[in-house]
């Protein structure tokens, strides 16, 4: 797929490259980015440039990591946003946000405009987000989209080679008022 660029009123979401590697560099110095998500610690100026020359463009072009950078409209690097198809019709997101931009829905409002995107171009019906038990900020983003929180998996996530319990939720089309690809036949008590 070619890499899509998406918009809101306050934000350019986009595919990143190389003219970004120094931007990426820069914003994952920060422990609490190194700490939460699973970029290397430390993250070299290395690992920067293959994230930015090689997983990205080979995401998109395999179809299997939707990664957007968010801008604000001047330009300015304000987060991370990615995409992973883990099944058929189910991705998972992750993201983090730039310390200097943390706080202002930057990452809500990204999160929202990118699951929209995936519903209605790619057809997936369900967006997991996983965060590590302890990850207030991540989970206050995915609550503020819309994901409903639905429990802790014991051992699910793997960082740095130490197995973490993580919560998980979801995102449906129907929780922004589109239609699945699917019919969905919710369990009944």
């Not at 990591?65 to 946003?81: D, N």
Request: glycine fraction near 10%; charged fraction near 20%; charge should be negative.
């Amino acid at each position: 797929m070619e890499p899509v660029t998406l918009t809101t009123d306050r934000l350019i979401l986009r595919t990143v490259g190389p003219h970004d590697t120094q931007a990426v560099y820069e914003a994952a110095q920060d422990p609490e980015i190194q700490r939460w998500t699973t970029v290397p610690s430390p993250y070299l100026p290395e690992h920067a440039s293959g994230f930015t020359e090689e997983l990205v463009p080979d995401g998109w072009a395999q179809g299997s990591i939707f990664t957007f950078g968010v801008f604000l409209t001047g330009g300015e690097l304000a987060g991370m946003l990615g995409l992973t198809m883990r099944s058929l019709g189910v991705a998972e997101v992750g993201f983090w946000a730039a310390k200097e931009h943390r706080g202002r829905g930057y990452v809500t409002e990204a999160t929202l405009t990118a699951c929209r995107w995936i519903f209605t171009a790619v057809g997936v019906d369900r967006v997991e987000w996983r965060a590590e038990v302890g990850n207030r900020a991540s989970r206050a983003v995915a609550e503020r989209a819309g994901f409903t929180i639905e429990g802790t998996l014991r051992s699910a996530l793997n960082n740095k080679g130490v197995r973490r319990d993580c919560w998980v939720g979801s995102l449906l089309p129907s929780d922004l008022g589109l239609p699945s690809t699917a019919p969905y036949l919710p369990a009944r008590p």
